[in-house]
């Protein structure tokens, strides 16, 4: 029996101290005691990496993403790994649900592995598999691993809310929303959250407040579509403006505002592919009159990467497409980092990883990168060069 334990407890000893070297404080904890509250560090801080539109499927997986999660995730240890939608592809008509679960588990194994948290909503890509593999299928995914955090307190599998608690656990010092922001509206474009989802929200945050003494719980909004209001960042402009995009949802140029965007090395390749410009969510009101919202995050969009500070005092922004598989923005693929103080959680930093930065194997050539919808851009420069004069007659 002696030589038997002389045998195991050193190889225990071992595999203990791996899993300290990569799980996060709070993620350890849960991982020994089953206990899934999530608490600040006992230095006051908590990490958050996001990352969003990895696009995968099945065995065929593009391995520069899942070199590059495992990467980022080893290089900033977090607390907490969200998946803010289009963790499925949709450019393989064929594929099967066999294929989405190993696009699931590619992602959420190496947390699993490494004891870190993570959350999860869905994109409009996520939706367009529904009828190969449901939302409930998708969640059963999800929930397969202990490090789901999800809370499944909301509307709907994929909109809930966490509370990260301070490093006591005496309070919540941070809420994360996670929301799913759906499919296509009916008119066209994207439908944004709807009716059930927001008087969840409006009841969520009211409760917080009502437990917090009267004071609005500081809360992070993370889902992949944008909400219209993220044009507030913008200003119109010439089409031949240095910086400008073509937005097809309304014809018109746009540039960012240099006095409301935060410079972190954060791109504009695209024009935001936002909530339909007529559909009426009240999303972002409903931001405004509850007082809890200190920054909404969003994907989609996968050659966009910037973040600012709307006129209402709302940081909004992206972290850029982290897969390989649709198109991206070549080496300059993302994941946005957030890191928050529990003694001052409204002003939190946030800064972005690019892949190439970060990666001994650059990104290199990737063909889908030349079907993005930043080359409408690029020919409606050709079409206003030319005929430019022309729009602007039809246009009076």
């Known amino acids: 029996m002696k030589k038997i334990l002389s045998i195991i407890l050193p190889v225990l000893l071992v595999l203990g101290c791996c899993i300290g070297a990569f799980a996060s404080e709070g993620g350890l904890k849960a991982a020994l005691s089953g206990d899934k509250t999530l608490k600040f560090n006992s230095d006051g801080t908590f990490k958050i990496l996001m990352f969003n ?7 065929n997986g593009n391995p520069k993403m899942t070199d590059f999660l495992k990467k980022a995730i080893d290089t900033e240890k977090p607390d907490l790994v ?7 592809s949709d450019v393989y008509p064929i594929a099967t649900a066999e294929d989405y679960a190993i696009a699931i588990e590619n992602i959420c194994k190496p947390l699993e592995e490494r004891g870190i948290p993570f959350l999860a ?16 299928g998708q969640y059963a995914l999800y929930d397969r691993f202990t490090m789901n955090y999800a809370t499944e307190n909301g509307p709907d599998p994929f909109t809930y809310n966490v509370e990260i608690k301070t490093h006591d656990g005496s309070k919540t010092a941070l809420n994360i929303y996670m929301m799913d922001s759906n499919n296509k509206a009916p008119e066209g474009g994207y439908a944004g959250i709807e009716a059930d989802q927001l008087a969840w929200y409006n009841e969520t945050s009211a409760s917080l407040k009502a437990a917090n003494g009267g004071t609005a719980v500081p809360s992070i909004n993370f889902q992949h579509i944008p909400v219209k209001e993220i044009y507030n960042l ?15 949802r309304d014809g018109k140029w746009y540039v960012l505002d240099e006095n409301k965007i935060v410079n972190d090395g954060g791109r504009l390749g695209e024009a935001p592919c936002s909530e339909n410009f007529d559909h009426i969510t009240g999303q972002y009101q409903a931001w405004l009159e509850n007082g809890d919202i200190i920054g909404a995050f969003f994907g ?4 966009n990467s910037y973040w600012g500070v709307t006129d209402d005092g709302i940081k909004m922004g992206y972290n850029g497409g982290s897969g390989f598989r649709s198109y991206g923005d070549g080496g300059y693929r993302s994941v946005r980092v957030f890191e928050f103080n529990e003694d001052d959680v409204a002003n939190y ?15 290199g050539f990737v063909f ?7 080359l409408l851009t690029k020919v409606m420069k050709v079409v206003y ?5 022309a729009i602007k007659m039809f246009q009076k």
Request: aromatic share 12%; net charge negative; proline share 1%.
């Open 385 to 389: 060069f030319l005929f430019g004069w």
């Open 300 to 303: 989609h969009d996968h050659v």
């Open 349 to 363: 930093t946030t800064r972005l990883i690019f892949h190439d930065d970060l990666m001994e194997q650059k990104a």
């Open 82 to 88: 969200v998946f803010v939608g289009d963790q499925l």
């Open 234 to 248: 913008f200003k119109e402009c010439d089409w031949n403006t240095d910086g400008a995009i073509y937005a097809r």
């Open 121 to 136: 909503t869905l994109g409009n890509h996520d939706h367009d598999r529904a009828s190969v593999l449901d939302e409930a």
């Open 368 to 374: 889908a990168d030349y079907v993005s919808p930043a």
């Open 53 to 59: 539109d990895t696009q995968d499927v099945g065995k």
